[in-house]
């Protein structure tokens, strides 16, 4: 049983389009980031939910909107995308209340844009 | 602010070489260290962690000892197998924070 899933694993679209990423965790965790790793796999912090509400935002282009409809589900909706949005996007989730604070990755959506 | 540096790959070994990957940390306060792994394809995962000083986290032949006097949790094996072949991340979260910071990365190749 998966712990943190992503839909789509692979998406490929042309400049210009908006597209989404879904990700969803069954841990019961508090709190769900998103991450972008680049081709030289550093990985840079975008968005963190803890509760439905949005903590960390860092600087990233407002054509990235994150929306977390519950505690279980964090998405990501991208408009207007352009080449350099070309990462893997993996999405995490840690339970901060109690103090555990490892990170749980879902497997990453990897976005080509073309 | 808090950052994270290790060193530089990519790590080439044969098998059943010794491994060491060092990294060391700016922190204020008192820091949870962490090693993760990317296997090729896949997301992170938490390899081991340590949530004081002098503690040693260990898994799969892997250790690291948080030393506050150094800052540093270098991250070592005993004898490396091709399947280790990975990329691994050092990484702190400083105790309150929600932010959890990364180093860059290293890059470990195992020949056979």
């Known amino acids: 049983d998966t712990a943190v899933s992503q839909t789509p694993k692979y998406l490929v679209t042309q400049m210009g389009n908006d597209k989404s990423i879904k990700c969803e965790q069954n841990l019961g965790h508090d709190t769900m980031y998103w991450y972008k790793q680049d081709s030289k796999k550093f990985l840079k912090i975008m968005f963190s939910y803890n509760n439905k509400e949005l903590i960390i935002n860092e600087t990233v282009p407002n054509r990235f909107s994150p929306k977390s409809p519950d505690k279980a589900h964090l998405n990501l909706h991208i408009n207007s995308l352009e080449l350099g949005d070309s990462a893997v996007y993996f999405c995490a989730s840690s339970q901060v209340r109690t103090g555990v604070y490892e990170q749980y990755f879902g497997p990453g959506t990897r976005l080509t844009v073309t | 602010g808090d950052s994270v540096t290790q060193m530089e790959g990519p790590v080439t070994l044969s098998e059943e070489a010794f491994l060491t990957i060092n990294c060391t940390y700016t922190?204020?306060?008192?820091?949870?260290l962490f090693w993760y792994v990317q296997y090729p394809g896949e997301g992170l995962q938490l390899l081991l962690k340590a949530t004081k000083a002098d503690d040693k986290g260990s898994n799969k032949g892997f250790e690291a000892t948080y030393r506050k006097e150094t800052t540093s949790f270098h991250l070592e094996k005993g004898s490396v197998q091709v399947s280790d072949s990975a990329v691994y991340f050092c990484?702190?979260?400083?105790?309150?924070?929600?932010?959890?910071?990364f180093g860059a990365g290293t890059r470990l190749f195992v020949k056979a």
């Open positions: 990484a702190l979260r400083n105790t309150g924070g929600f932010k959890t910071i």
């Open positions: 922190a204020t306060g008192y820091p949870s």
